[in-house]
């Protein structure tokens, strides 16, 4: 598989961090100003906040970042050190970071990890396994947190009642049916019938209103046997560590938020349960945001869904819930990717041990 270098790089393009903040900034403005309870005084709350919850909060996200650099090392059969791996996941968050939700970085991190050393067809395969984990962690956890949430998942919001009335909800099922459908479809074409997923998809795109993309299907087809060969004969060694590490990694990008609330309002163990589902549900809405990073979207949708338990704390936690969980990224990708781009193309590469 050959990457356009020139798009990936108008990607992984520091100059790219204005457009998210400037999309987000301008609507929190657009929310302090029409929101008639959202005040200076408002502002000040933030000074309320448990400053041990606040560091709870910051340990939790740090760990989770944490928990994708050991997987991105264990799924790469530790090719990488703890270093090059840690770049590896910065400028991988970047580039989810100043792309669309639903475009995602996976172009980007194939290119970073074969820059990294990783020959293209491992490269194709480690980065679908982690999409295809990912995908699984919500297919699979979320009707389990749902049920425990016993049916208050879906905010009761005068907003979404007038302008959405149930479409949140048929939003939300409508995608998990086609999350649980492509993950399952992946699963099988990537560990079980590889060159029977490429005759499929090649059939279908040669229907003639799709031939044009018959190309460009085989291409893929192709990628999906190369990746399938790669991960053949993999023991349950190796697929341990990485689901664990997958299970703490979506555990504590959602955890992070329970405790950043609780930090301003006091939670029993059900409005915990409850928070954690509705970022489940939120998930779906920011993964179908057609701005950079769902910036903008996000910080609408928090208030919907979690104003019930903040009150007058609702603003100013959406603002520290994105400088935790959100701007950092940007921040850390335009400081590493310069120095990476020396590294690997005008310095000899380390960090990658002999094949």
């Known amino acids: 598989m050959k990457l356009d270098n020139k798009k990936i790089f ?44 606040v560091i709870l909060a910051v340990l939790v996200i740090f760990s989770r970042d944490l928990g994708y650099v050991y997987r991105i090392r264990e799924i790469t059969d530790r090719k990488l050190t703890w270093t090059r791996a840690i770049y590896v996941i910065i400028l991988w968050e970047f580039a989810s970071a ?27 395969a480690y980065v679908m396994v982690t999409a295809i984990l990912d995908n699984l962690f919500f297919v699979i956890g979320a009707p389990i947190i749902l049920y425990f949430a016993q049916g208050n998942i879906f905010p009761d919001s005068s907003l979404l009642e007038t302008q959405l009335g149930n479409s949140l909800e048929a939003i939300f099922w409508i995608s998990y049916a086609l999350y649980a459908s492509y993950s ?13 997923f490429k005759w499929v998809l090649i059939k279908i795109f040669s229907i003639k209103f799709l031939r044009k993309w018959k190309h460009d299907a085989q291409e893929y087809g192709n990628q999906i046997i190369e990746a399938s060969r790669q991960l053949s004969g993999k023991s349950y060694k190796y697929w341990l560590p990485i689901i664990g590490a997958t299970i703490f990694i979506w555990s504590s990008r959602y955890l992070m938020l329970n405790a950043l609330i609780a930090a301003f309002v006091p939670l029993d163990a059900m409005d915990h349960v409850i928070v954690f589902a509705r970022q489940v549900i939120m998930w779906i809405v920011m993964m179908i945001s057609p701005t950079p990073g769902s910036s903008g979207t996000a910080e609408f949708f928090y208030g919907q869904f979690f104003s019930q338990f903040l009150g007058q704390y609702t603003f100013v936690t959406s603002i520290v819930w994105r400088m935790l969980s959100y701007y950092p990224y940007l921040i850390l990708g335009a400081i590493f990717l310069p120095r990476w781009i020396r590294q690997v193309f005008f310095k000899k590469k380390k960090g990658v041990n002999e094949e």
Do not use: C, H, Q
């Not at 005040?39 to 000074?47: C, E, H, R, S």
């Not at 996976?106 to 067809?121: P, S, Y």
């Open 10 to 53: 108008e990607t992984l393009n520091p100059n790219k961090v204005w457009v998210p903040v400037l999309i987000g900034l301008g609507i929190v403005f657009l929310m302090f100003y029409l929101d008639p309870t959202v005040n200076a005084n408002t502002l000040k709350g933030v000074f309320d906040a448990s400053i041990p919850y």
């Open 98 to 124: 100043v792309t669309p939700s639903v475009v995602g970085g996976t172009a980007v991190a194939m290119f970073i990890l074969n820059k990294e050393g990783i020959k293209m067809g491992k490269a194709i």
């Open 184 to 196: 399952f479809v992946m699963a099988v074409a990537l560990f079980y019938k590889p060159r029977v």
